[in-house]
């Protein structure tokens, strides 16, 4: 007798160990082992077998709602990493310009390096200058009819004007080189000075400005 009591004992189901439970649109509680349906817009509780609650489930989501949280989500990583690229920027190029007389001399650098190139390009335009004025002085020779000119004369003529052209356009060239240095510099410093008196303030135990763009606080 007892065998049989023990084996009816074992043969009962073990309680479930998840419960769910939530109260439904028409206020009834429901109880059940899975997410219950009844309850997809709404919070459910999930109890163990004991009864204590263990956590709780949100709303389940609309395909479209869930499309707009992923979104939303995914801006707003997208804005974090920005903003920690940016950080780490601004400490490159903190590291980079402790100060203005820093940043200044290397805005005169690069400036230097683009005058010098000029600068050939210069010499280049005087030397085509005196080798023309020599091909001018042998066309000299054929001024009332310019047409009995050699061939090889006027194509020396005409390349030396090309070149002349070609130098000059290089010219202008590095002259907006030249200003798109200096635009770049002038954008990192607007940058920089904010910083650079944000970094004078933690030295001297002062509260930091915010830095609010170009017109932060001058470095001194």
Known sequence: MLAVFAGEVSAQPAPPLKVYSCVDRQGRRLTADRPISECIDREQRVLDATGLERRRIGPTLTEIERTALEAERRKEAEERARQAEERRRERVLVARYPDKATHDVERATAIQQ?????????????????????????????????????????????????????????????????????????????????????????????????????SGTKAP
């Open 114 to 214: 683009v005058d010098e190139v000029t600068s050939v390009a210069v010499k280049r335009i005087e030397e085509l200058a005196r080798e023309r004025k020599r091909l001018d002085g042998e066309m000299e020779f054929y001024r009332k009819d310019p047409s009995k000119a050699p061939m090889v004369l006027r194509r020396l003529i005409a390349e030396t004007d090309d070149a002349v052209a070609e130098q000059r356009r290089f010219i202008a060239g590095q002259d907006q080189e030249k200003r798109r240095v200096h635009q770049r510099y002038d954008v990192e410093l607007a940058q920089l000075r904010p910083l650079w008196a944000a970094q004078a303030a933690a030295a001297a135990g002062w509260p930091a400005m915010p830095a609010t763009g170009s």
